[in-house]
């Protein structure tokens, strides 16, 4: 049976990622996306690491913190868990052209028995009205003499040279991609000619699109940005979702061979023209809203700057006096301390003297001199009193609604490598030890790499090519 990487993910609470999970088989950690979907494996992750990361008080932050940007951490993205894709619903066509509620919006006078003329057709899709977008009503692909829709009487195409409307009611409950394909083969002198053809691009024709005019106001103030926003929340909504599904149907693409080369590469021509469209909408309101909120962000910074500098100072000067003060206390404690100790040695030493006398009297009273004489030079042990901890009371208590942590940090200016390398080769540090607290200069490796190419040698480092694709913008 082929191994299975997804059956390590499991659920997790976190706001960045929907499942997580191990493979002990493969020391691959499995990370799975909230937002994208993604699943990223990284490799020869031990479990150790692999224990630490998902016992994390908090997944997304150690990932932000240890795993994002860390070159150390190689990935690779797999497809979709085949278990997690049922299959999907029809997804309901939208209409190619208006109702009759949508007509009596605008024109309280329509009854819905005739129509007038070809601009009662709103180019409106997914319920949404896309009246500021590019997106066109529909049109029978190839075909420039008629216009298409649905009518409670049936499906309707319309003559652009009459401007009169025909109905196809046997059509009534045709999809829209259906409808365009069957109203343009009526259209030719051979039925049905071109519908397998057109029938992929007529689909295509009534989804929803993310191109949109400049015909959307282009925010002066913040204010302006923030009321524009809002009132587009819809349509921005829509784009927003349009991404997140190319975004999903892009990661399942795999090129094997040329043929699917070739339609990676179309795929990739198509979203980078998504991003450009959605970034010429939005980018305007981002770009005035960030300089308000570095204009706020320097008015803060004003006021608050300042402040900062007076506590930072503060702080260290109650906190240099406070180690102090405990200095000179625990100085008291070991002098205290010192003192105890040489009063229990002159105990143990009276003591000593007077249980070694009384054993020599009582010798020489019976007349055994050399057993006295033995005394003498060898006095009996007396243990050493019981000497208690010695403790000093603080000279000083913290503030009011302030407390003190202990907060132990490595000083960064006396910091020696070559010591601590030193003692990597006196062994008094293993080398995986030792390696935990290196990192490599990336940077410098990568300029190396780049300018040395396949000829790179540095042991412990591998380069390879990682070739930069661009893609030429439409003017």
């Known amino acids: 049976m082929a191994h299975n990487p997804y059956s390590a993910l499991k659920p997790v609470e976190s706001s960045m990622f929907s499942r997580a999970g191990y493979d002990d ?187 949109v005019l400049g015909a959307w106001q282009t925010p002066k103030t913040a204010v302006e940005a923030v009321a524009l926003l809002n009132e587009r929340e819809t349509e921005i909504d829509a784009i927003i979702a349009q991404s997140v599904e190319a975004n999903t149907n892009a990661l399942k693409v795999k090129v094997v061979d040329a043929g699917t080369h070739a339609v990676a590469g179309d795929v990739l021509t198509r979203l980078v023209q998504r991003k450009d469209s959605a970034f010429k909408l939005l980018d305007p309101f981002r770009a005035i809203l960030h300089t308000a909120y570095k204009f706020a962000g320097s008015r803060a910074a004003a006021a608050i700057d300042p402040l900062d500098t007076a506590i930072t100072h503060v702080k260290r000067q109650m906190g240099a006096w406070e180690q102090e003060e ?78 003190v942590r202990a907060n132990w940090k490595i000083r960064e200016e006396t910091i020696d490598m070559v010591a601590f390398l030193r003692a990597v080769k006196d062994g008094k540090l293993t080398i995986e030890v030792a390696a935990k607290y290196v990192l490599p200069n990336l940077p410098a490796l990568n300029k190396q790499a780049k300018s040395l190419e396949n000829a790179f040698s540095v042991p412990g480092f591998e380069a390879f090519n990682d070739p930069v694709r661009s893609v030429r913008r439409g003017k």
């Open 326 to 403: 405990e200095r000179k206390r625990l100085a008291r404690i070991q002098e205290e301390r010192r003192r105890a100790e040489e009063a229990a040695r002159e105990l143990q030493r009276q003591q000593q003297e007077a249980l070694t006398l009384a054993e020599v009297t009582d010798a020489l009273e019976q007349g055994d001199e050399d057993r006295a004489q033995n005394l003498f030079e060898n006095p009996i042990d007396v243990p050493l009193p019981y000497v208690a901890p010695q403790f000093v009371e603080p000279t000083y208590l913290p503030p009011a609604g302030q407390s």
């Open 25 to 211: 088989t493969t020391w691959q950690l499995l990370l799975e996306f909230k937002s994208t979907h993604e699943i990223r494996a990284y490799s020869n992750v031990s479990p150790e690491v692999a224990d630490e990361v998902l016992s994390s008080e908090s997944l997304g932050r150690y990932f932000n913190a240890n795993i994002k940007g860390n070159g150390s951490w190689s990935f690779e993205t797999l497809g979709a868990d085949p278990a997690t894709m049922l299959p999907k619903a029809p997804k309901a066509v939208p209409d190619g052209g208006i109702t009759d509620e949508d007509i009596q919006a605008v024109d309280s006078s329509w009854t819905g028995t005739t129509i007038l003329s070809t601009d009662h057709i709103a180019p409106i899709y997914g319920g949404i009205d896309r009246s500021q977008t590019t997106i066109p009503a529909p049109q029978i692909p190839g075909d420039q003499n008629f216009r298409c829709g649905t009518g409670e009487m049936g499906v309707l195409y319309w003559s652009k040279q009459s401007g009169d409307p025909e109905v196809l009611p046997d059509m009534h409950e045709a999809s829209a991609a259906e409808m365009v394909v069957e109203v343009y083969s009526t259209s030719q002198s051979e039925p049905g000619f071109f519908a397998q053809e057109f029938e992929a691009q007529a689909e295509l024709a009534t989804q929803p699109r993310g191109e």
